[in-house]
């Protein structure tokens, strides 16, 4: 098989949470250059329909979902405006996602659960209702956005719950990926360190963030469109024996 027809979408559905700014944005971006008709679903529709109009415009279909990704019936309701729409779900790129910081000990248990709930019990709740459609169709790939925080402890600051939320989501990345081998859904994760996006600006010219330049063996932050590659990478036949697979991007910072 020619290396570069295996890269290519051209009639895959793809549903990309949190897909209007940042990195969601950049992945849904990369879907549709290589083909696919997406599916921006997000908290803020005006973000989502943005993206949605920039995807439209590369002669791709697309549309924009309102979604609160840890509220089932939001979630359920996203699923069937989609299948609606485009008939079958492909691709699912459970990327929505908080940061914050607070230490251990001051953590609020409104912190605790909010974390929790939009990352893991968000990602579960997506890739199950996505993964019960996808099971019909006998093919489907899910990529999950854990993160290098899932790996290794970031300094100096503080966010227990942000890294736990990220560790969990890489282990029930192949927990799952177990369980849909049978029926042709291949599941993976990216975990990307320090990339520059809106949840990352509000720092990046900190003291913090010289502290991370320095602590990262490239000296730089990660450009948003620099993960395009590898979600296209996961997204796609290029990709089709890989299950189970949580990837590092992070300019080699974990290797230190
Ligand atoms: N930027 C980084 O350095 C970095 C590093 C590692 C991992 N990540 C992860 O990558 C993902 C994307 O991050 P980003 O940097 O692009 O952030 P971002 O803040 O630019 O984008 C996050 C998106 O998620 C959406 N969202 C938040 N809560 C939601 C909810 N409950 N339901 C639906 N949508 C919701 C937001 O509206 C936004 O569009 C996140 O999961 C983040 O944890 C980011």
């Not at 969601?24 to 008709?37: I, P, Q, T």
């Not at 177990?178 to 042709?184: C, G, H, I, T």
């Not at 994760?189 to 720092?203: C, D, F, Q, R, S």
Request: with cysteine.
């Amino acid at each position: 098989m020619n290396v570069l027809s295996m890269f290519d979408l051209k009639g895959e559905k793809a549903i990309i949470t949190g897909g209007g700014q940042g990195l969601g944005r950049e992945m849904a971006l990369a879907l549709a250059e290589a083909g696919a008709d997406i599916a921006i679903a997000q908290r803020r529709l005006e973000v989502a329909e943005k993206t949605a109009d920039e995807i439209r415009k590369l002669g791709r279909d697309a549309l924009a979902v309102s979604v609160d990704v840890s509220k089932t019936q939001e979630v359920q309701n996203m699923v069937n405006i989609v299948k609606a729409k485009f008939g079958k779900i492909d691709i699912l790129i459970n990327n929505a996602g908080i940061g914050q910081g607070k230490s251990f000990l001051g953590m609020s248990e409104e912190d605790w659960d909010s974390m929790i709930d939009i990352h893991m019990k968000g990602t579960f709740l997506c890739s199950q209702m996505v993964a019960r459609e996808m099971v019909k169709e006998k093919k489907g790939t899910i990529i999950n956005i854990s993160s290098m925080s899932g790996f290794i402890i970031n300094r100096p600051q503080k966010q227990a719950h942000y890294n736990a939320a990220k560790a969990a989501i890489a282990h029930f990345t192949k927990s799952i990926a177990m369980e849909l081998a049978k029926y042709n859904i291949r599941v993976n994760a990216i975990a990307p360190g320090y990339m520059k996006t809106e949840m990352t600006a509000p720092v990046l010219n900190s003291d913090m963030a010289n502290e991370w330049l320095q602590l990262s063996p490239m000296g730089r932050f990660g450009e948003p469109y620099e993960i395009k590659g590898l979600a296209l990478y996961l997204a796609s036949r290029a990709s089709s024996f890989m299950t189970g697979s949580v990837i590092l991007i992070d300019g080699g910072y974990c290797c230190w």
